[in-house]
């Protein structure tokens, strides 16, 4: 079997179209791009903008900021999960992910071994019944010492996160940085995620 012999400038070219950075073929939607490229790693560091603004921006000609929010809050039609780094993710495959979500609800990593469980059923209750808060709604936590340099003192941020990687949580909006957690099955309108 030969091999196909591309020369510099077709493989660019190629790589260039598959990735749509080429302004003939860009995509209609954030939820195209995101479908098409298989996710969008999220970043934290903002110093012209945040990178997944870049690459959502440099694919959808019309595209701002507010889409990306819109796919996430109202279209529902990306999540974040863990990829390699928090990502947005095509809500189209977030049954690939429950395997995972499902293996840390039995088993939480040494990240999370020190959640209290009552702390977890806490804000899962406070949810269902408040509808979607962030870790600055939950005033009432008494603060503990940090287990490492970037953990937050209240026991309720680690709740939230446990949950969120055990899918019972989804961030279901995002302000800047901070994350609105719902209930997944709320979130989506669906029985049981």
């Not at 091999?3 to 493989?11: C, F, I, N, S």
């Not at 995101?34 to 969008?40: D, K, S, T």
């Not at 012209?48 to 809050?73: G, S």
Request: one cysteine or more.
């Amino acid at each position: 079997m030969n091999g196909l012999e591309l020369t510099k400038k077709q493989a660019k070219a190629y790589w260039i179209r598959a990735q749509r950075l080429d302004t003939a073929n860009g995509f209609s939607s954030v939820k195209e791009a995101v479908e098409h490229l298989g996710y969008v790693q999220i970043d934290t560091i903002n110093v012209i903008e945040r990178c997944h603004h870049h690459i959502l921006f440099n694919r959808l000609p019309e595209y701002r900021r507010a889409d990306l929010q819109e796919a996430q809050t109202a279209e529902k039609s990306v999540f974040e999960y863990w990829t390699h780094a928090l990502s947005y993710v095509p809500t189209r495959d977030f049954r690939f992910f429950r395997k995972r979500m499902l293996a840390t609800k039995k088993d939480p990593s040494s990240w999370y071994s020190n959640v209290n469980e009552a702390d977890v059923k806490r804000v899962l209750k406070l949810i269902k019944a408040e509808g979607p808060i962030s870790i600055r709604d939950i005033d009432n936590d008494v603060l503990v010492e940090k287990n490492h340099a970037w953990g937050s003192r209240k026991p309720s941020k680690k709740a939230l996160e446990l949950a969120f990687y055990s899918g019972d949580l989804v961030v279901s909006e995002r302000v800047g940085m901070l994350k609105k957690y719902e209930l997944t099955s709320r979130h989506f309108g669906w029985d049981s995620p």
